[in-house]
């Protein structure tokens, strides 16, 4: 059974603080994604990752970073938190395609970070 | 520009009618579909999915219909269950390109 287990569940920050939101997966998963989902939007890409050490820009990257040091964990950087940033947040992963990354696979879902930015 | 979407953000049937979930895509470049279910306090999970090649497909009470030509695609749940309540995702995908999700609708299947 694949699992993907996000470091919080709920996180209240402040304004301007840097926030870490970590995402661990135990299937040897390549391709790692950071999304958030907010009502009326459906989940909307952050950053993903298909290799350690690379990463590639989704829809929304502005205000973010990601870092992947090791295969199974794919971290989320907010430099300096906003009220804007408030949000659920869900980290999923998957294998990649025979033509190296793919979206074609099923993606497994953490249970997601619901962050308050106050 | 939401590239994936459900218009109706919520659907109520009764325990054991049909439950029909609609979702729209603008790329036409999108040539494999997915359905996720989400219940809360969780992380979406992956329901079924369809090829472009296809026109259905089907596991158990679950069916997907794809209309390429309309860019449509729908969830048939028949018969309905109040397990089935949860909200609805439908995603898209190209080759080499990154999945897009609807903005979700939540089913509500009443007892």
């Known amino acids: 059974d694949v699992k993907v287990t996000q470091s919080s569940r709920y996180l209240v920050k402040r304004t301007g603080e840097k926030v870490f939101l970590e995402c661990v997966q135990d299937?040897?998963?390549?391709?790692m994604f950071w999304y958030r989902q907010d009502p009326g939007l459906g989940l909307r890409l952050i950053y993903f990752s298909y290799d350690v050490k690379m990463k590639e820009k989704g829809d929304i990257p502005e205000g973010y970073s990601v870092s992947r040091e090791k295969k199974e964990r794919f971290s989320l950087i907010l430099e300096s938190a906003s009220t804007n940033q408030t949000s659920m947040y869900l980290c999923?992963?998957?294998?990649?395609?025979?033509?190296?990354?793919?979206?074609?696979?099923?993606?497994?879902f953490g249970p997601g970070t619901r962050l308050t930015v106050l | 520009d939401q590239q994936v979407k459900q218009n109706s953000p919520s659907l109520s049937v009764q325990e054991g009618r049909i439950s029909i979930l609609n979702c729209d895509y603008t790329?036409?470049?999108?040539?494999?579909f997915l359905w996720y279910k989400k219940y809360p306090a969780e992380g979406p999970t992956f329901l079924i999915s369809?090829?472009?090649?296809?026109d259905k497909n089907e596991d158990g009470r679950f069916t997907v219909f794809l209309n390429k030509s309309a860019k449509h695609l729908s969830l048939h749940i028949v018969p309905s269950q109040p397990g089935d309540s949860a909200v609805y995702f439908c995603a898209a995908s190209a080759i080499n390109n990154d999945m897009r999700f609807g903005a979700g609708t939540r089913l509500t299947v009443k007892p």
């Open positions: 369809i090829s472009s090649i296809k």
């Open positions: 299937m040897d998963h390549e391709n």
């Open positions: 999923a992963s998957s294998y990649p395609g025979t033509s190296g990354f793919s979206s074609y696979n099923e993606q497994f």
């Open positions: 790329n036409s470049m999108f040539d494999y």
